[in-house]
């Protein structure tokens, strides 16, 4: 069965310093792999995507993503965070077939301290 | 993405009773999807559409029905109100379109069981 980890349930950072958070996924058939992003009281934001080719991927808000296949890895990257990156952070995969369901991770809560 | 309008925005009820909430799509997408979202938890799928009259459950069904009679709504009834459902509530359709393959989200249900 398809699935998505995300190990950090919070990762506090101070403003300006980089941050990494982590998504894992397993699956046996491709997938298609998706950052969300969620402001408090608020929907969801798609930050970027997978679908193929380059697995370096750039998004809004000078976010990035690096799909890495072997380690069934889609970790989430800022070189510089802003006050304004606080928010929860949601990794999905689709595995396509006949339903594109949408599976998520449980959350990464990114809180930046001044 | 404008696609998605969700009804009511807000919502209170008694334990017991019966609540429908509507997601209305303007894109003429064939997939729908329900999720609860919940801390610690992520979305989890409820239910899902993938075509008229064609639906079925998602991981968290139980209490649960869905119906879908035209493209553009998919209704989510709880069939009993229960606390352990006071949750947001969001609609999702998905786009398969090569040049924007992805997901388009509602902004949410909150509903309060008491």
Redesign the interface.
Known sequence: AQSVT?LD?QVPVFEEAPVELRCNYSSSVSV?L?WYVQYPN???Q?LL?Y?SGSTLVKGINGFEAEFNKSQTSFHLRKPSVHISDTAEY?C?LNYGG??????????TLLAVQP | DAGITQSPRHKVTETGTPVTLRCHQTENHRYMYWYRQDPGHGLRLIHYSYGVKDTDKGEVSDGYSVSRSKTEDFLLTLESATSSQTSVYFCASHRTTDSNYGYTFGSGTRLTVV
Not at chain 1, 98 to 107: Q, R
């Open positions: 995300q349930s298609y998706f608020q929907g969801l798609l995507k679908l949601f999905a006949a339903t594109n369901k949408l599976i998520f991770g449980t959350g």
